[in-house]
C-alpha cells in the first residue's frame, strides 16, 4: 500500500483481552486493504495489550498506542490525533466487522461522492455465539439533527465520516469529561455540519452483548443521556452555528424526548431499589409535562423509600 491509507479505523481497548483479538481479524478479513487501524488501550489489566501487540509485529497497518485509563473518549481522541486517512471508521475491541464492510463504504462512496457520513445497519452478536437480527432505524432516508435528538439510532461501529467533520470548526472530537453517551454527544454535533446518509446493509458490525458493555442500560446512563441532550439543546438547538446547517429543536421535540429519558432512568433506578434517585428523576420528568405514569412511579417510590438502596454512581451535573 503506497502513500497514506483511505481508511484511518479507530478501535478503543479496555480490558478487551478475550474479544479484542477476534475484533482485529475482523479488519484484517476486509476485502478491501486501503486501510490502518489505530488501536488504543486505555490502561487494561487484562491481556489486551499482549494481544494487541502480537497483531501489530505481524501487520504494519495496525498501530498500537497505551494510555493510562482515561475513558473512551480520550482513547478515540488520541488515535483521530494519529489518523493518516481522509476517512474515519470505528469498531469497538468486542464487536466485528463483516469482510465487505469498506468494500460497500467505498461503493456508496463512488456513487455518492459528497457524502460526508455514511452509516450501516448492525446485527447482534449474543453471548451464546447466535445472531440475532436488528430492526433497520432510518435505514430508508438521510437524516439529520431531528431525527437524532429523538432517538440514538446510529451504532458507532457502524460509522464511516469525512477527517474534516472532527476539525475545530467544525464538530470537533469526543468531549473527554463524559464517560457514557461520548458518541452520541458528538453525533449530535456532527449533524451541524452533515447529513447521516444510509448504507442500507446489514454489513457493518455485529455488536456483542455480555456483562462488561459499557453501553448497558441504568438509571446511571439514562439520566447521563437526558443531560448531555439537554446541554446539546441549550447550547446549539435554537442556533445556526457559522458554516453549520440549521438545526433548530423546536419545543415538540425537546420536551417530549427529555420527558422520556428521565422517566425511563426513573423506572430503571425503581427496579434496582434505588427509589430516592427513581423520585429525583421523575420529578425532573415533571419540568416537560405530567403523565399518569409518572406520577404512578414516583407513588410507588415513594411508599417504598425505607428499602432505599441507593446507586453509588451520580451523572454529572450539565
Known sequence: ???RPKYSIVMPCYNHGRFVGAAIESILAQTVADWELLVVDDGSSDNSPEVIQDFARRDPRIKF???????QSVARNAAIAQAAGPWIAFIDSDDLWLPQALELFDRYMAANSQTKFIHGRRQQLNEDGTITACPPQFQDRPTGTVELFGRMFITQSCVCCRRELFGPDQAGVYDPALRVCE???LLLRMSLYCRFDPLGEVTSARRRRHGTNISTQSGYTRMYE???L???????GAKVQPGARDATLPPSVVKPRLRQLYYAAGRQYFRHRGYTQAIGAVLRSFR???SPKQLLLSTGALLLLPLNRRDPKTPPKI
Request: hydrophobic share 40%.
Open 65 to 71: 498506542h497505551r494510555q493510562k485509563n482515561a475513558g
Open 183 to 185: 458518541d452520541y454527544d
Open 230 to 236: 439537554k446541554r446539546f439543546a441549550q447550547r446549539f
Open 1 to 3: 500500500m503506497a502513500g
Open 226 to 228: 437526558a443531560m448531555v
Open 288 to 290: 416537560y409535562g405530567i
